[in-house]
């Protein structure tokens, strides 16, 4: 059973920087593709970040390009997104997800992924 368990949430004020974890069990990790997305109060559920298994390729949203990067260390089955310069904007529960999938169709959109997190609170206060 895979599992996808996000970490390093937490309230900072704008500018400051956090780094999500995202600890992966159930299956090789080099396997997946990965994703981050964010949920904002009273919004539906958005891309943020992806990468590919290999982690050659990755992309971002325009409003996180400059200020977010996503790796992932297959060593320790673990995804990250430093987030760096946080706006007030960037609020909201984040998800990291898993595409299983050999070729990722879809990887900036939510059917594109087939496991996820239970989500991790970023809270930035002005």
């Known amino acids: 059973q895979v599992q996808l368990v996000e970490s390093g949430g937490g309230l900072v004020q704008a500018g400051d920087s956090l780094r999500l974890s995202c600890a992966i069990s159930g299956r090789t990790f080099s396997s997946f593709h990965m994703g981050w997305f964010r949920q904002a109060p009273g919004k539906e559920r958005e891309f943020v970040a992806r990468i590919s298994r290999n982690g050659v390729s990755t992309s971002y949203v325009d409003s996180v390009k400059g200020r977010f990067t996503i790796s992932k260390d297959n060593a320790k089955n673990t995804l990250y997104l430093q987030m760096n310069s946080l706006k007030p904007e960037d609020t909201a529960v984040y998800f990291c997800?898993?595409?299983?999938?050999?070729?990722?169709?879809?990887?900036?959109?939510?059917?594109?992924?087939?496991?996820w997190g239970q989500g991790t609170q970023v809270t930035v206060s002005s």
């Open positions: 997800a898993a595409d299983s999938n050999y070729y990722s169709l879809y990887p900036e959109r939510q059917n594109g992924y087939n496991y």
